[in-house]
């Protein structure tokens, strides 16, 4: 069965997080009790290339850490919101927030992209980010996300 | 009306790319510019830029951090490099540079 690329069981909020490897492994772990990928420690080291070629973070408190990976079955967009705001990298913003694509290396339904490079384009927009930012809750954001990305 | 070109493209195809191609497509409108953005990302190439479009372009600019396809259609032209972070970030900016940088 396909599987939806945005659940609200993918949003988690109030984090106890306090640095980038903190939350890049929770990025991992909740992909794989999500059972999106197949070894969390491949997405943790695919997350991590990614950031060793440029920082995802996006300066506004947001960062974007994203993977194509051989151990991810299904394409899904995971947000994750902090308690208190962490370095990303030393003389960079803070960040809040990650939103963290997570996507197998091959056979993607076309629908899937473009669910992705959608989000992508709204991510420049400061309004969409603030609302992120402010969502109250994780309705709030699940619906924020959905009329956006119109799913 | 004056035209504007530009061709994004990063590594994994899926943040950067679109992320750029956004900030330069209302970049470009908001300076007057018909504009159009190529990206080569993860769903291939999209908005394919002809050699009528690279042609007619007064300002040509790449956001690329990989090499992309179709390079020569390019050759001869004045392009303006720039940093995807700094197109995301930038967009206005950049525009009013080249265009001093162009004297127009």
């Given at each position: 069965m396909k599987q939806e690329i945005f659940k609200i069981e993918n949003i988690h909020l109030d984090l106890d997080i306090k640095n980038k490897a903190q939350l890049?492994?929770?990025?991992?772990?909740?992909?794989?009790?999500?059972?999106?990928?197949?070894?969390?420690?491949?997405?943790l080291k695919g997350l991590n290339e990614r950031e060793a070629m440029a920082t995802t973070n996006l300066?506004?408190?947001?960062?974007?850490?994203?993977?194509?990976?051989?151990?991810?079955?299904n394409p899904s967009i995971f947000i994750f919101r902090l308690k208190e705001s962490i370095f990303w990298n030393e003389e960079e913003e803070k960040i809040n927030m990650a939103i963290s694509l997570i996507m197998p290396k091959q056979n993607i339904e076309n629908i899937h992209i473009k669910v992705l490079t959608s989000l992508s384009r709204k991510l420049i927009y400061d309004s969409f980010i603030k609302e992120l930012l402010e969502g109250k809750s994780r309705d709030e954001i699940y619906r924020l996300i959905h009329q956006t990305l119109q799913l | 009306m004056k035209k504007m070109v530009a061709l994004c493209a990063c590594p994994m195809g899926l943040a950067h790319t679109f992320m750029a191609a956004e900030a330069l497509e209302q970049a470009g409108k908001q300076a007057g510019y018909e504009t159009k953005v190529e990206t080569q990302g993860a769903d291939g190439i999209q908005n394919?830029?002809?050699?009528?479009?690279?042609?007619?372009?007064?300002?040509?600019?790449?956001?690329v951090a990989i090499t992309p396809e179709g390079m020569e259609r390019f050759n001869g032209k004045?392009?303006?490099?720039?940093?995807?972070?700094?197109?995301?970030?930038?967009?206005?900016?950049?525009?009013?540079?080249?265009?001093?940088?162009l004297g127009l």
């Open positions: 890049l492994n929770k990025i991992a772990e909740k992909a794989f009790e999500g059972g999106v990928c197949r070894n969390k420690e491949q997405v300066g506004k408190g947001i960062c974007i850490p994203h993977t194509k990976n051989d151990a991810i079955e | 394919e830029l002809t050699l009528e479009d690279i042609n007619e372009a007064t300002i040509i600019i790449h956001a004045e392009v303006y490099e720039v940093e995807l972070q700094e197109a995301i970030k930038n967009g206005n900016r950049i525009i009013k540079e080249i265009e001093e940088d």
